[in-house]
């Protein structure tokens, strides 16, 4: 099985589509998702919230069937694939301000409020944009809100391979994720979404592939 994580930015076009589809991922999880999205080959679901006009929060997309479940936060989608409850999450980062749906008075308090709401709906699969890099320094989030997030993550037996994957920014590590059952044999691939005309997301996007063991 393979399943990747990107934010979109917003943004689609035949690239961005091209792209995706080259990726080869039986689940994609989506952040900051257009309206526009289509992927023939597979079946989506967004949340219910809107990010900016036009613009979903989150979404997950499979081309091995997809049950939609209710939103545990409002900027994180549910569903359930191949009998794994999934989950496609954007948390907090520095800056973002406690508009809906942040609640807290910082960064930490905002990201522990919704990993959280998280943790408790137990999904086997978790990814997404979560603005937290899991290892050396923090620019986006904060250490505290990244210790949360760990400490989410070993109550539900996940672990994310994607902690030593680069970021698009030298020197940084990724702020996009995709945890799994910490048992999974998995590999890492990291891929840049970059055309002739230039980037396709302010995003690298992140593939874990699942080894047969």
Known sequence: MRIGT???????????????????????????????????????????????????????????????LPDPHDATAMAEVMGLRVCSSILPWKGCGARTPWVGVNTYERTANAVDVIERAAPAIWGGDWNHALRDREYSGSKAGRHHIAAAMEHLGLRAPTADAPHQIDGLHSIDHVAVPASWQTRVEHHTALLSEGRLSDHDAYVLEVIAQ
């Not at 689609?12 to 999880?29: I, K, T, Y």
């Not at 080959?41 to 049950?67: D, N, Q």
């Open 6 to 68: 990107w934010n979109l930015a917003g943004r689609w076009s035949d690239g961005h589509q091209h792209f995706l589809e080259a990726l080869d991922c039986d689940v994609l999880l989506l952040t900051e998702v257009s309206d526009r999205v289509t992927l023939p080959s597979s079946v989506g679901h967004v949340t219910e919230a809107l990010m900016a006009p036009r613009r979903y929060w989150s979404g997950i997309w499979s081309r091995r069937g997809i049950k939609p």
